[in-house]
């Protein structure tokens, strides 16, 4: 697997090419993650529109990439040697912008290494997906949690997962994981994205 940090210095891809080789070491930015027929975040009624864009479907056979509601990617979890999930913190006003939020936000980030040497990564915008990736993983994924997000308590939203982790202090919660990188500044997160 390539060093993280160095992937996470490639721009990130927002549409699946037709040529799938150009996937490979750099994140691909997703909007939701369906895990288990839940999707992350739950956007509410918004949820039909943020879907249509780039998604991923996490099933006990295989990882699902659809953009504009076809399949651009597929993956057999059976080809899966590991899946690493961890949280990422972003300042949320440089992330989305006229966003409501004035607090951090936080992200998925997976890894997917296949048994053939390549590896994908994937950016969710919802941290409560890691969560639920840690604590309730499809029958056949082998999930790493080196963040042990699992540590956290049951979570209801979104909401409540990044108060948890505010409360916590992000800093702590990633100290002596070799993941401190994680806890990016308001200006490299406007550089680690554009």
């Known amino acids: 697997m390539k060093d993280l940090k160095t992937v996470m210095k490639n721009p990130p891809i927002l549409s699946i090419p037709d040529n799938l080789v150009l996937v ?4 691909i ?3 939701a993650m369906q895990l288990n027929g839940q999707f992350y975040p739950d956007n509410g ?4 529109i943020f879907n249509r864009f ?4 996490i ?23 590991q899946a690493t999930v961890l949280i990422k913190k972003v300042n949320y006003q440089n992330f ?8 951090p936000m936080y992200l998925t980030l997976l890894t997917i290494e296949d048994k053939s040497g390549h590896n994908y990564y994937f950016n969710f915008m919802s941290a409560l997906g890691a969560w639920q990736l840690v604590t309730n993983p499809p029958k056949n994924l082998k999930v790493v949690d080196p963040l042990n997000i ?7 939203n979104e909401y409540e997962i990044v108060a948890a982790i505010n409360d916590l202090g992000f800093t702590k919660f990633i100290v002596g994981t070799g993941y401190e990188f994680l806890d990016l500044k308001p200006s490299e997160t406007i550089r680690q994205m554009y």
């Open 29 to 31: 930015e997703l909007w």
């Open 45 to 48: 009624t918004f949820s039909k």
């Open 96 to 103: 989305m912008a006229g966003g409501a939020n004035e607090g």
């Open 54 to 57: 780039m998604s991923a479907t």
């Open 59 to 81: 099933t006990t056979d295989k990882i699902i990439v659809t953009e504009k509601n076809k399949e651009k990617l597929s993956i057999d979890i059976a080809d899966v040697s």
């Open 150 to 156: 699992k540590r956290l308590p049951l979570f209801k």
């Open 24 to 27: 490979y070491d750099r994140f």
